[in-house]
DNA sequence: CTCCCTTATGCTCGTTCTGAGCATAAATGG
DNA sequence: CCATTTATGCTCAGAACGAGCATAAGGGAG
């Protein structure tokens, strides 16, 4: 663009108000990496000193995109080329830094979601496959209701009961009515929101990092893998946006390799959306969408009666506006 | 959603290959504020100097969140104070900055959708409400196909026709097909899909603002105001989202009064999303998903017979995992 | 005052979609 | 050959959906 017939977006009035432009900042680039091995969902965690973390690293000037500097780091970080990539949201707040003081640096960070085919065994020694459930481990209800839950719902109840005041308390318990579903139902989409709150309850170890809140009796540290910084944040978005987008786009495929089964195809919607799905349903509902097709082969490796491998109908795209895995029920047996 | 995967083009530059980290950056922040009154839904644009814009301005070192400094660039420059405000896209090329040379700065943007409940007369004079239509008229089909496309469809064609080569044709076509689908079913959702083509095809003055592209008799610069910079792009996103989360989040009711007719939800509906509906299905949609409530009182200032007032049932969200309005079919007659 | 136009509201009917099963098929490992 | 496992086919009732018909209740024109 040429700069004299398009100039930046400048305030309407510049001279309204002070404010030094922030010029100390840098902006990092994360990826969550996800992918789909057999039952499980997998995400690519770089072990680095202390914590785990996602592959990331800072803009730099000879990145043309975000997008593109990116690639460039997972590549060098993991090894990992990247398919499907999309954008998930920015984090900015200005205590989100590196060092305190008064010369400290915002750290603005751009996290990304992209989808891999297979998992290959990660070459560097640093970076691995990990299941997202070993972070997340009440976001899996494909064995039924976790476990876990014994510790998280006393726990929550005991935070929103120790609020400040009743208005504060009331809120506390409609989020959790909302992001948990307790009594009714359960959305699996709203991992974020359960996520945060068990980080404002000082649940999570990343909320005591913060608050130095010490973990008590009635809400202790609960199990889960904790990551540096916000990324297990990050982590808990891209699920959230990947279990919201499996419904209607068919992502899944970028996922899945050039041909599967149904059988395969339903693991990896299960292993995504962390619930059991009623198999004739689901495939009823795959083929009368016309979302794949015969390749004409089949596979024993399966285990029983051998099954017709599928491809994914490129096609669909073109007919139908919104094609996705609409998830038709759940229920632990199938 | 998110920007398409092919970026708009820029012009190729060459790599110094050196790495360092990009410091001489800007992060600017944009808002798409969105409001409906009546039959239009309106975006609050603010004209400065040449183009119209959105409200925008410099992330600064007090702003404590990225949010919050929006909040405050919006409320200096128009005078309106912001409810629901969600994260839309970061928007990051290298070329998108204010001055070319070796000490450019990187322009980094971070673009929010804001939900406004009334259209205030716009506090300050530089700000107005504007129809979202005016800058996108071919996304209205309320009335039917818009006339417009007697130019769009002839011109977007003759653009895939004139690509390069067969297979950079073959994907023009398909992308047309899948953002348009000419022949097939349109989905209101690809608002960015579209204009992305058409700036592409130079067919919006944005895209010859960049290239330096001519406009032909056969791809002829289409009417829809422009604006400055990318403005009209982030738009374009906002209106898409917007398109695709009123589906399944009860967002709509962030737009309308405390307390409002059935009628009037359905014009905001379809002003949002830009196609007629069914209106007997629409009211047994809303009401079966207990979505509204009665309040007792009635207006006759519709029209005809009088309609009930309702309020929006904020419980609904406790209990139903995604409720939102569900589009029930199209149609022009009501 | 009545007719007509307009919007609101109620209800039906056939089709499609969904949830939940029953039943059969075709491998594998004792 | 049998038990087990996964794949696949089919049914059936209830819910949701698309498309209308029909009636109600205002306002304005004549």
Redesign the interface.
């Known amino acids: ?3 004299s ?9 510049p001279d ?2 002070a ?5 100390a ?3 990092g680039l994360s990826a969550v990496i996800v992918a789909v091995t057999g039952d499980d969902p997998k995400v690519l965690a770089v072990r680095h000193g202390g914590h785990e973390q996602l592959p990331s690293g ?10 593109q500097g990116l690639r460039s780091w997972v590549e060098r970080q993991t090894h990992q080329v990247l398919g ?4 998930l ?2 984090f ?4 989100r830094r590196e060092t305190d003081g008064e010369d400290a640096r ?1 750290a ?1 960070s ?1 996290a990304y979601l992209a989808l891999v085919r297979e998992a290959r065994p990660a070459g560097d020694a640093d970076a691995a496959w990990e299941s997202w459930y070993r972070y997340f481990p009440w976001e899996d209800w494909r064995d039924g209701r976790p476990a876990i839950f014994d510790a998280i719902e006393p726990g929550l109840r005991a935070w929103a009961a120790a609020a400040p005041n009743a208005a504060v308390g009331a809120m506390r318990a ?1 989020r959790l ?2 992001a948990f ?1 307790f009594g ?4 699996e ?1 709203r991992v974020l929101e359960r996520y945060e709150l068990l980080y404002e309850a000082g649940m999570v170890a990343e909320g005591l990092r913060e608050h130095g809140v010490a973990p008590s009796p009635e809400r202790p540290c609960l199990p889960g893998a904790e990551m540096a910084v916000d990324h297990r944040r990050m982590l808990a978005l891209a699920i959230a946006r990947l279990r919201g987008k499996i419904k209607y786009r068919p992502v899944v495929f970028e996922l899945m390799p050039p041909s599967f089964t149904l059988g395969q195809l339903q693991n990896a919607v299960e292993a995504l959306s962390g619930v059991r799905l009623h198999k004739q349903n689901f495939r009823r509902l795959i083929e009368q969408q016309r979302l794949v097709e015969e390749t004409g082969e089949a596979t024993s490796e399966t285990g029983g009666r051998p099954a017709r491998l599928v491809r994914f109908r490129r096609e669909v ?6 094609p996705g895995v609409r998830l038709p029920s759940a229920g632990v047996r199938r």
């Open positions: 663009m040429s700069p017939s398009a100039p930046l977006p400048s305030p309407a009035r309204a108000a404010g030094t432009a922030d010029t900042l840098s902006i800072p803009l730099e000037r000879n990145h043309r995109t975000l997008e499907h990539v999309e954008q949201y920015t900015g707040d200005r205590d915002r603005l751009v409609e009515s909302l579903g009714q139902t359960r959305d989409e795209l073109l007919e139908r506006p919104a």
